[in-house]
């Protein structure tokens, strides 16, 4: 891993198995943003798991790509969009198959 304010791109990724997902509505609350959690409640059944499970380890997977603390709510995850947060830009991407979503986060620093 490079040092802080290295130029060079971060990557994190995370794997959930989505059926491990416990209190999902207290995790929800926890961690998304207030629109994706206008998005979550508007979804039903297994897609509305899929779509936590998701979110949660785009969380982690952004977390492992930045060396600065992160607080879940404070950023939406749109992998259709860059994230922007404390001097950092993100990409995201997700993806669902069978039991499991995972997520792929690469961050890089702004150029001052």
């Not at 990557?11 to 995790?27: N, Y």
């Not at 950023?75 to 947060?85: C, G, N, Q």
């Amino acid at each position: 891993m490079c040092a802080a304010g290295s130029m060079m791109p971060q990557i994190g990724c995370d794997i959930v198995e989505i059926a491990r997902l416990q209190e999902k509505t207290a995790l929800a609350k926890r961690i998304l943003s207030a629109p994706e959690y206008q998005q979550y409640q508007s979804l039903k059944g297994k897609r509305k798991t899929e779509f936590l499970a998701g979110r949660f380890a785009a969380r982690e997977a952004i977390v492992k790509a930045l060396p600065i603390s992160l607080k879940s709510s404070q950023i939406e995850i749109d992998p259709l969009k860059e994230i922007r947060y404390e001097g950092y830009r993100i990409q995201v991407s997700i993806s669902h198959d069978g039991d499991y979503a995972m997520a792929v986060a690469v961050a890089q620093k702004e150029a001052a």
